[in-house]
């Protein structure tokens, strides 16, 4: 994927990456709202009427996870240290998960 960084410059993927990180926000919210409307319907109905909104949400996280995986490359990023800080982020939100409950 370093190459497709290479090809286009590091400012041009990262323009990219804004704005297909918009999109995906835009589809995150599509896809509640869509959700929010099908609340009663019959769960056959639902999971039809849906399908698009669904689709076009694996688009965008699919495009995301691409321009990460062309930083990831492009910027020699150890893919076990990322694994490593992905957990402990992962972790470190359900401490704070934990924490809110108690309070």
Known sequence: MKEIVEHYGVSNQQRKFAEENLELQEAIIDYQYACRRMDGMPASYA??????YKYHLM???A?????????????????DELEDMT??????TKRRMKDDKSR
């Open 47 to 52: 999971e039809q009427y849906l399908k698009g």
């Open 59 to 61: 688009e965008e996280l």
């Open 63 to 79: 495009d995301n996870l691409l321009l990460i995986g062309e930083f990831v490359d492009y910027f020699d990023i150890d893919t």
């Open 87 to 92: 957990n402990y982020k992962y972790k470190r």
